[in-house]
């Protein structure tokens, strides 16, 4: 069975070019003028881009006493529904819990997934079972991308000699190190202080997470990483400060992306001044929404590339989850959805704007992330021989984002009443049509994970280069004879 997309142009990172896809058995074969296949899928007056591939996603993750609510079968409904046809996912060992323990459990709940997923691994305690099962982590599993938490002290947070130690030795095994970037000590104190002071609403939790917080984090991250020789990843790339520091070392040349979100790059802390407490508290996330400053400078790092893709950090907690932290804004679960609005939002923002261009849409939702995380260009491509993971986007095609008729489990949307231009006609994830024209024919387990190779180009340059200018012995002539 062969179908044919036909009629629409084709969008990649660097190209646009009116061609039709023939698809067979979930790869693209053929690429070219007047194809036909047994299947037909009219893209007249549409984008033929690769599928979005979300890089950060929390899927019924334990997480704050409580699970984030949508799993790998909702969560990948949602993704499709917006465009998006890989997630990659955070495997994250509890304290003392051994990595491949914790991927078992991650391998249990993917089963579900409705499209291609893979993972990243925590490293959230430091031990030598950790260094050990690192190696076949990597070598083994395809995982080639390993997560710090820089906060969330008492629980996930690791810290610097930690740090060092595994970027040292992912150095060594050909990974990349990511970091979820926040001085945890700092806020700590700054969330004790507020709730002695009565602050303890929502809105405390953005006061607790200053744009400093992060641009500290970030920095000193990248020179540790730097110091450790291994290429760094800084999820939720939120402020300014933590650009400023992404921006800096690439400009120094290091080996360092940046991850903005769609919520930081489209919503703001108001949302945190809200009467309405469930409205701030469905909200709170770590980093929080910031102001205007910081959007722009986000959306600048887009357009010039300092910042090099967008994701969501999909982690949705319902409205009666939210409310676990009434009276004590820490106890609230850190997290938003966003992965059926991701595409559409940043096309609505970025490109009809005239931010970014369609060929930098692709390039950030989807293409630079596969060259990242190494699956270019099986995914992330429109080539033959790649997966057929493919969105036919139509521009003219409207809606306004609503939490009645979301595929996410939850009892909101964070961007509730948003209009959004660019919508999905078709989306294919491995030749299966699974968004029609509005019509949802996902298929639960279709879903596989995506093995990621080590060792990168990016790894090799940078191993290189760090071998050819350690610190070495000088050779001497005379050495003078030892004094008494
Ligand atoms: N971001 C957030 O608030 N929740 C998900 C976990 C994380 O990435 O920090
Ligand atoms: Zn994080
Ligand atoms: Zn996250």
Redesign the pocket.
């Known amino acids: 069975m062969t179908t044919v997309i036909k009629g629409g142009t084709i969008v990649t990172a660097d190209l646009t070019y009116k061609a039709d896809v023939l698809i067979e058995n979930g790869v693209i074969t053929e690429i070219g003028p007047n194809l036909s296949g047994d299947e037909t899928l009219d893209a007249t007056g549409c984008y033929v881009m690769p599928g979005g591939i979300d890089p950060?996603t929390?899927l019924e993750m334990p997480?704050m006493g409580t699970y984030s609510a949508d799993d790998f079968e909702s969560g990948t409904r949602a993704a499709l529904a917006g465009g998006t046809t890989m997630v990659v996912d955070f495997a994250l060992p509890s304290p003392g819990q051994g990595l491949h323990d914790a991927l078992q459990m991650w391998d249990n709940k993917s089963t579900r997934a409705n499209c291609d997923y893979s993972f990243h691994m925590a490293v959230t305690w430091w031990g030598e079972q950790v260094f050990n099962e690192m190696e076949s982590v990597v070598r083994d599993r395809g995982i080639n991308t390993f997560k710090h938490?820089m906060?969330?002290k008492g629980a996930l947070m690791v810290n610097d000699d930690e740090m060092y130690a595994s970027f040292q030795r992912l150095a060594e095994l050909g990974g990349i190190a990511m970091v979820?970037a926040e001085n945890g000590d700092v806020v700590a104190e700054l969330s004790a202080k507020l709730l002695a002071e009565g602050n303890t609403g929502p809105e405390a939790h953005a006061y607790s997470r200053p744009s400093q917080v992060e641009g500290e984090a970030t920095n000193r991250a990248i020179m540790i990483a730097d110091m450790a020789g291994v290429p760094l990843y800084v999820?939720?790339t939120s402020c300014e400060e933590a650009h400023e520091a992404i921006r800096r070392a690439r400009q120094n040349g290091k080996r360092v992306w940046g991850e903005p979100l769609i919520q930081h790059l489209t919503l703001d802390e108001s949302e945190y001044f809200n009467a309405d407490w469930d409205h701030a508290a469905r909200r709170v996330?770590?980093p929080p929404f910031r102001n205007k400053k910081h959007q722009d400078s986000l959306w600048a790092g887009l357009m010039s590339g300092s910042l090099s893709v967008v994701a969501t950090?999909h982690?949705a907690f319902t409205t009666d989850q939210k409310r676990y932290g009434v009276g004590d804004f820490t106890k609230i679960p850190?997290?938003?959805g966003g992965l059926e609005d991701r595409m559409p939002m940043l096309w609505t923002h970025g490109v009809e704007t005239g931010r970014i261009t369609p060929n930098e849409f692709v390039a950030v939702t989807s293409t630079n992330i596969a060259k990242i995380l190494n699956c270019y260009p099986r995914k992330g491509a429109v080539l033959v021989g790649a997966d057929a993971d493919l969105v036919v986007l139509d521009p003219n095609k409207e809606k306004t984002i609503s939490a009645a008729t979301q595929q996410s489990a939850i009892d909101y949307n964070v961007f509730e009443g948003h209009k959004v231009k660019g919508l999905p006609r078709f989306t294919l994830t491995r030749g299966q049509v699974a968004i029609y024209d509005g019509e949802i024919r996902t298929q639960e387990g279709h879903g596989k994970f995506v093995k990621r190779e080590p060792n990168t180009a990016v790894n090799k340059a940078l191993s290189t280069w760090k071998e050819l200018t350690s610190p070495r012995p000088v050779e001497r002539t005379g050495i003078p004879a030892t004094g008494v």
């Open positions: 950060h929390h997480f938490f906060a969330y979820h999820v939720h996330m770590s950090d982690c850190n997290g938003t």
